[in-house]
C-alpha cells in the first residue's frame, strides 16, 4: 500500500542553519505530495505541495521538489528561525486512498 | 479562503458524558474527515464523508458517532468514552473525494476524559 517515510528526529538546530528533512514514499503512479506544520498545541497547516513529478512546491522559505526517479520530497530551507521550531509531517494522497497517509513526523528546535 | 473551525477547543469529560465536536467549513468542498492524533504520532483517519455520505469508517467504536447535517458541518458525538480516547481530534475538508486532494486541517479539540 502508499506509505510515507521520513526522519523522524528530533533534529535541533541554530537560528540560520540549513534544515532538510528527508522523506521518501511508497506509491503507485503519481500521488500528491505535502509537507504540513503542526505548532505546539495547533492543528496541521498545509506547508507545501506538490502533485506531479519534478514541481518544487514552495512557501515562507521552505522548498521541496517532487522527484519522481528517488521516490523522495525532502524539505529544505536556508536559514531557519526560532519561529520555526514545530513538528513536520510529509504527507501523500492519492486516489486510491481516501486518507491522508503521514509520516511520523520529524519535530525541529531552533535554538537562538 | 482555506479555513476550518472546530469547537470547542478544549474538552473534558467523564466517561458517563455525552458530548459533541463541531467542524465547519465554507470553502464548497464536499469531503470531510474526521482524525485522531495521540501525542507524538501522526494523525490516524476515523471517518470520511463525501457530498455528506459516510464512506470510509475506520473500524473505529461505536461510542463515536459521526454525523454530516450539511455540506459545511460536520459533527462527532461521544459518548461513554474511555480515559485513552484522550486525544486530539482534527477535522479536515478537501475540495475533491475519493483521494488525492489537498486537505485543510482545523485547529482541533483537545479532548481529554477522565
Known amino acids: 500500500g502508499n506509505s510515507v517515510t521520513q526522519m523522524e528526529g528530533p533534529v535541533t538546530l541554530s537560528e540560520e542553519a540549513f534544515l532538510t528533512i528527508n522523506c521518501t514514499y511508497t506509491?503507485?503512479?503519481?500521488?500528491?505530495l505535502f509537507w504540513y506544520v503542526q505548532y505546539p498545541g495547533e492543528g496541521l497547516q498545509l506547508l507545501l505541495k506538490a502533485t506531479k513529478a519534478d514541481d518544487k512546491g514552495s512557501n515562507k522559505g521552505f522548498e521541496a521538489t517532487y522527484r519522481k526517479e528517488t521516490t523522495s520530497f525532502h524539505l529544505e530551507k536556508g536559514s531557519v528561525q526560532v519561529s520555526d521550531s514545530a513538528v513536520y509531517f510529509c504527507a501523500l494522497s492519492h486516489y486510491n486512498n481516501n486518507d491522508m497517509r503521514f509520516g511520523a513526523g520529524t519535530r525541529l528546535t531552533v535554538k537562538p | 479562503d482555506t479555513e476550518v473551525t472546530q469547537t470547542p477547543k478544549h474538552l473534558v469529560m467523564g466517561m458517563t458524558n455525552k458530548k459533541s465536536l463541531k467542524c465547519e467549513q465554507h470553502m464548497g468542498h464536499r469531503a470531510m474527515y474526521w482524525y485522531k492524533q495521540k501525542a507524538k504520532k501522526p494523525p490516524e483517519l476515523m471517518f470520511v464523508?463525501?457530498?455528506?455520505?459516510?464512506?470510509i469508517n475506520e473500524s473505529v467504536p461505536s461510542r463515536f458517532s459521526p454525523e454530516c447535517p450539511n455540506s459545511s458541518l460536520l459533527n462527532l458525538h461521544l459518548h461513554a468514552l474511555q480515559p485513552e480516547d484522550s486525544a486530539l481530534y482534527l477535522c479536515a475538508s478537501s475540495p475533491v473525494t475519493g483521494g488525492q486532494g489537498t486537505q485543510y486541517f482545523g485547529p482541533g479539540t483537545r479532548l481529554t476524559v477522565l
Open positions: 464523508y463525501s457530498y455528506e455520505k459516510l464512506s
Open positions: 506509491a503507485t503512479g503519481y500521488p500528491s
